[in-house]
């Protein structure tokens, strides 16, 4: 399996500090944003992963990121000249996916517990269809909402609905088959001009093909992308790092590992 990185957004729930830095490149705590993603990609056993990144930011990861690959990783920095929403990011990515599986993250989201590394194992493990995981929020109005029935499965996904019917949204982070481009190529732009990673994964629940994996709060996910949840984030980052005396999000300590 390979990854992507969706880094290529305009930023601006984080003006003025993203004038001119993409905000993945923002410390969280004592490291990059772009860190959290990389190293738990990393301790999932994915070593080749895409960073899509706009043209504002291009030279500053590859200055950023160039020696990881002494590390023994295969990071390519990919431009998006034209960023149209998180499914671009795949389309723009496609020579590096080459019909393999994939596991596409939002390069703004951070996660961290026990239960979810073992879910998101068996989610990096998938022979087929989509995994994607979902987490119980207070606003799910910001964020693509799953919909279930009484036996707990989902019925639909929506994106930012105004009355949501539930109260878990779905995280970014997904893990697809080797259908992932050709459901991408079929995604059209959305009132938004974008398009959306929730039509993508409708493709996938429409053929029976979806799981979701409902987190519970002993985890912890955050959407990193807001003042407020870069703030939180490094926060619990700073109080675990000191509680277990344990690295969270260094690199190089998970390639060590693998």
Known sequence: MVAVIACAGKSTRLYPCTNFLSKQLLPLYDKPLIYYPISMLVNA???DIAIVVNDENYDLYKRQLKDFDKLGLN???ILDPKPQGTVGALKVAAD?????????????NFFYGKEFEEEFQKA?????????????????????????????????????PKNPESNMCVTGLYCYDEK????????????????????????????NNLKLAKMSKKNYWLDAGTSEGLYKASEFV???????????GCVEEACYKQ
């Open 45 to 47: 056993g994915i070593k």
């Open 75 to 77: 990071i390519q920095i």
């Open 96 to 108: 590096f996916i080459k019909g393999q599986k994939v596991c596409f993250v939002l390069g703004d």
């Open 124 to 160: 990096v493990n998938l022979t087929s269809g989509a995994y994607c995981f979902g987490y119980p929020v207070k606003n799910p109005s910001a964020y693509g909402v799953a919909s279930f029935d009484k036996k707990g499965n989902v019925t639909k996904l929506v994106e930012k």
């Open 180 to 207: 992932c481009l050709e459901y991408a190529n079929k995604c059209e732009l959305s009132n938004r001009n974008e398009y959306e990673v929730t039509d993508l994964n409708m493709m996938y629940l429409k053929e």
């Open 238 to 248: 700073y109080k675990t790092i000191k509680k277990t005396k344990k690295q969270i």
